[in-house]
């Protein structure tokens, strides 16, 4: 399986498409076993959902996230997991153990003021 976290140096992004990076990790029975950093190539309507399908990821993982953004992430049968924190190794490795869920946060405003993890 593979995940991908949004990231800003080291820790879940509060918005992913707003992200420095995106963090993926190869993992396989519930273990780590590759990772990557790979740039985020900008914040288009739509774009992001159909890159990081492209890259064969299962789940995406972020602090917030817009509802147009998760919709298309879930047409392409991608996990979304919304409301994460913290370290993104630390988070994977909680998701993998069952103990990360999504909180259902949804960015509504573009502007994402207070709405997306902290923003």
């Given at each position: 399986m593979k995940i991908a976290?949004?990231?800003e140096n080291g820790k879940v992004c509060?918005?992913?498409?707003?992200?420095?990076?995106?963090?993926?990790?190869?993992?396989?029975?519930?273990?780590i076993k590759s990772n990557?950093?790979?740039e985020n190539p900008g914040h288009k309507?739509?774009?992001?959902?159909?890159?990081?399908?492209d890259k064969g990821i299962n789940v995406i993982i972020s602090g917030g996230m817009g509802g147009k953004a998760i919709e298309l992430f879930n047409g392409h049968n991608i996990e979304v997991i919304v409301g994460?924190?913290?370290?993104?190794?630390?988070?994977?490795?909680?998701?993998?153990?069952?103990?990360l869920k999504s909180t259902g946060s949804v960015c509504h405003e573009h502007a994402h003021s207070g709405e997306c993890g902290g923003h």
């Open positions: 976290v949004a990231s509060g918005h992913f498409g707003h992200c420095e990076s995106f963090m993926i990790f190869d993992t396989e029975n519930g273990e990557e950093a790979i309507p739509g774009f992001l959902p159909n890159f990081l399908n994460a924190t913290g370290d993104v190794k630390e988070a994977t490795l909680s998701f993998l153990k069952g103990d």
